[in-house]
């Protein structure tokens, strides 16, 4: 990309001119009196989709946000474009060989990712192999129009077939494989990436193939394959459909995120053009970059299982170096964090989507279209989201369960900048534990002020729920990562297992990189992970290398200790916790019978497992 390129995809035109000449909405477009000539009726058009502007009054000119600082500043090109660099943050040193080198290996994999493209595209449509995607779409109803808007493809069974067809037009097999779409052979020599699948070509927000997303169409693991990080692919700086949304994301003046390529699909074939993807990431600050350029709205629609409950959390998630915030709360809450402190940095307006259960938005809109108006319509703003979910799983007519909820929501209360709405949720924390409004003030009070004076926040100033001993999953996520493959060992290890939120993470990611094709490669799983996380990883393993080696061979059966002493762990913690809910039962004169229940079961599921690892050590 050069230069000036760079800058107009930093700079959108619409917020631009805005600053020059107030702009009134018209459709997809924006409208104003002309700045150049004695206009009476608006006739200067600014076009945010092709990031350009036009007079069609006297002036009848045009062009983009360089001739239009030309223009009205009267300014040479080399002093608009270094007004416009400077704004960019862009620096205008002189491209080196280098740099030119790197402009031209990007142009070159943008031709080979759109030459494979049009390869799949034409596989899709008018192979007898692609039957099969074409029936699986058509289970899904999925439209041809809606294939042919989104260039779908279908990439045949065999191991060489995209390969042979760069090599019979003349490509290089090192560049085909530097665009991600070959798998580099131990013995030498490369094989097809996709293979078999339902491909989804993935376009920067100007319409270039910048990647691929590949789905099996039979029991085939993993069920979907990406392209791997290149030079133009970074899946945590790319929305999915965002090529095709961003006219009607600025028209409607909203965005929905979800998670997958089908939703996406289904959303547009009903006509809702303002769905994006984030292809099963959290929303990273890039991706939130590029959709404020467009709007303040942003709403998340998740799945409604427990990982997309998950990812509704990380939802909004951002480099906290890069904003300058420290957080010292505990790990629960760390990420929720992050979501106020985007809010507020952006001035955005977030909702979250809470969608039925069992369903996820591809299924709501194919089945019932008026059902999914419906849920955006009543999508729970950001804060009444963390309120209800945090809520759920609490007994707030304990003790126990007020407590944790207050430590859990509270400081989120305080990071509000708005104080009448600070206030209003203050009022309805008060209303759901039934605590007086004054007290949980001074508590606010005291959090913020020790936050304030650098002060970390004491394991004795959280509820207890809040102070578990993540030794053992640390120690359990150290030996996995010594021998990634035997995760497939330990299948009843959960990603709920691990109580640290840190912990859980890394395991999620190494789930992931682990059912990805190719050997693992550490140093690539910990540069893709977030830098809190890979330096949490680090002190993971600092730790654990402190203490005595321990055998290849003792591996296996040290993991499935682990991994049982972990469960028993959680069981106790559970146990503990239905026993405090059975005092206060007894105490108000409940009929305690289903917890009494429980807790019997729970008991004698940790008298099992006692008994069979005394078997295994006897």
Known sequence: MSVIDEI????????????YVPLQKAGRNYKALCPFHADTTPSFVVFPDGQRWHCFGACTTGGDVFTFLMKKENLEFSEALRLLAQRAGISLAPRTEEQKEEDEQHRLLREINSVAAQYFHHLLLHSPQGQVARDYLA?????????????????????????????????????????GLTVERESGGYYDRFRGRLVFPICDDRGGVVGFGGRALDDSLPKYVNTPQTSLFDKRSILYGMHLSKGAIREQGRAIIVEGYMDVLMAHQHGFNYVVASMGTALTENQVRALRRLTKS???AM???AAGEQASLRGLEVVKRHYGVEHRQSPEVRETYQHIWLKRYVDANIKVITMPSGQDPDDVIREDPKQ????VDEAL?????????SAVDKDLDSAQGKSALVHQLLPLVGEIADGIERAYYLQKLTRLVRIGEKTLAAEMTRYKSRIKAGMPIADDDLSPIFRPSFALENYCLSLLLKAPDFIHEVQWLTPDDFLAVENRSIFLALLDAVQREGAFDFGQFRAGLDPLLAQHLDAVLEDEAKGPALPDEELPEEMRRTVSRMMDRNDRRELEELES???????????????????????QRIHE??????????
């Open 8 to 19: 107009k995809d930093r700079i959108d035109i619409v917020e631009f001119i805005s600053g």
């Open 139 to 179: 289970g899904r109803q999925m439209s041809e129009e809606t294939w042919r808007a989104f260039q779908l493809g279908y990439s045949l069974s065999d191991w060489e077939a995209l390969s042979h067809h760069f090599t019979a037009k003349g490509y290089q097999e090192a560049d085909v494989f530097a665009a």
């Open 298 to 300: 942003f709403t998340l």
């Open 303 to 305: 799945d409604a299982d």
């Open 372 to 375: 999914w108006v419906q849920l």
């Open 381 to 389: 703003p950001l804060m009444d989201y963390y309120f209800q979910v």
């Open 581 to 603: 809910l059975l005092r206060d039962a007894v105490e108000r004169g409940d009929d305690e019978s289903a917890l009494r229940g429980r807790v019997d079961s729970l008991r």
């Open 609 to 618: 497992r006692q008994k069979e690892s005394g078997g295994r050590n006897a």
